[in-house]
């Protein structure tokens, strides 16, 4: 056969050319509503595309939302390899990713919109919080692979439509207790990384225990020296300098999280009462202790000096901490008498507003005199949670039996404690905060927590098992309300598993969730 002339073959040539060019280019067909994102967003509308993200994608801010820009390139540029800046522009942008502030007052404080098509993706939102959240969707749209911290394959789509997501409660957190066992700085960091992740607002960090006292004070040296020096077991504890603590509250606010330090008072003061002879009623310091019992110690309520002190506590964290509440504790007070109880939680309720913090207090604190600045934290009592309400005082719904992050999942769970329950992954997700407590509405209801107690956990890896993975759940409660239904959310925490394995977080393998059931019903959806 007679070879074809030079032209043609040129022609063929460059055909094939175009043709690899354009197939390359050809947006992959996406679903937006089957990406499994936790929480579930407002409302999603798919379009059937998906705009991909290469290494010459423009990233665009204004000095508005440059920080934010910072943010996503952070999170983007370790494992696509890119090296993704964000460029301040005024001009209209047609191509690549374009973080916006925007008036909208329906998407509120936090809320955000993600616009997605082909050759643009933007994110808008009234706030900078609103953009860091919807960065975390936009996380969660991209594989499990974005979270290596080394450069991975693409390629690296988003499938196109609109989202606009807007969190029903004001308030949605975790707690730490970093008292009976200490966690280092970049444990907490860790830790606020997870919150940031699901979209989460609020630390409480439990610091101070019968066993431990973990944040510097200046003016009361000992608590820390001393009354920091150990934890349950026996070990040597820890503490937070001034420094870290600001450096934690820092790295929270990068992500929109506010810290509430909690101070507990009048009981689970031990550590306090062994670094400081004179917070004792009789003058004698107290041994430190390394036990997990409670309700056993009590700040001596009839003495000067005791307020004194309360006083230089909450003005040197009141200080450092930017978020407006600080947290009094308030729990287990079983060895003070009521009538010491309850003038002492006046007082120190008007400590902290003097010094410009609102107080919020475990349930028990309801029976002192609140007001509307006050918040009260349900853990045990629905009683005191409707008192609460009756005061004007607003609730954070963390009841023990239900979003105990400490509760074992069953009877075979290594760590945790069951005095509440059990909680399984179903029972954590399976109730909800405006019907928990009978006259504690919505309009009550400031949010929801769920809280660690670490009696029993001891590191890292045993937080992670505890915390996933039930944590997406109660902060899926906290932005959906009861817009919601366990077998729906089911399918998507089960495809979370791919993703928590490449963050390498030790979670759960809970059979509610990847039971055979489960399985057959993810088949089914392909
Ligand atoms: C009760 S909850 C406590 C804590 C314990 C926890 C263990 C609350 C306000 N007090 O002191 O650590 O149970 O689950």
Redesign the pocket.
Known sequence: MKAAPFSLRLLTLLSICLVILFSCDKPTPKDLNAEPLIPKPTAVIATGSSFGIKSSTGLYVSNETRAAGEFLAGMLNPATGFNLKPELTDAKVSRGILLSIISDSELGDEGYELNIDEKLLELSAQTEAGLIRGIQTIRQLLPPEIESDTQVEGPWEIASGTITDIPEFAYRGAML?VA?HFFSVSDVKQFIDYLAFFKMNALHLHLT?DQGWRIEIKSWPKLTTHGGSTQVGGGEGGFYTQEEYKEIVRYAAERHIMIIPEIDMPG?TNAALASYAELNCEGNARELYTGTK?GFSTFCTHKEITYTFIDDVIRELSAMTPGPYIHIGG??SHVTSLEDYIPFVNRVKGIVTAHGKSMIG?DEVAQADLDEQSVVQL??SPDFARMAVSKGSKVIMSP?KRA?L?MQYDSTTQWG?H??AYIEVDDGYNWDPELFAKGVDKESILGVES?L?S?TVTNMDEIEYMIFPRLPGYSEIGCSGNDRNWEEYKTRLARLDARLEAMEINYYRSARVWGEDTRMQLVDNK
Do not use: F, G, T
């Open positions: 207790d009976r225990d689970h409670v729990d287990e475990w853990w045990n023990a105990y400490d404690l005095w509440a809280p107690w009696e």
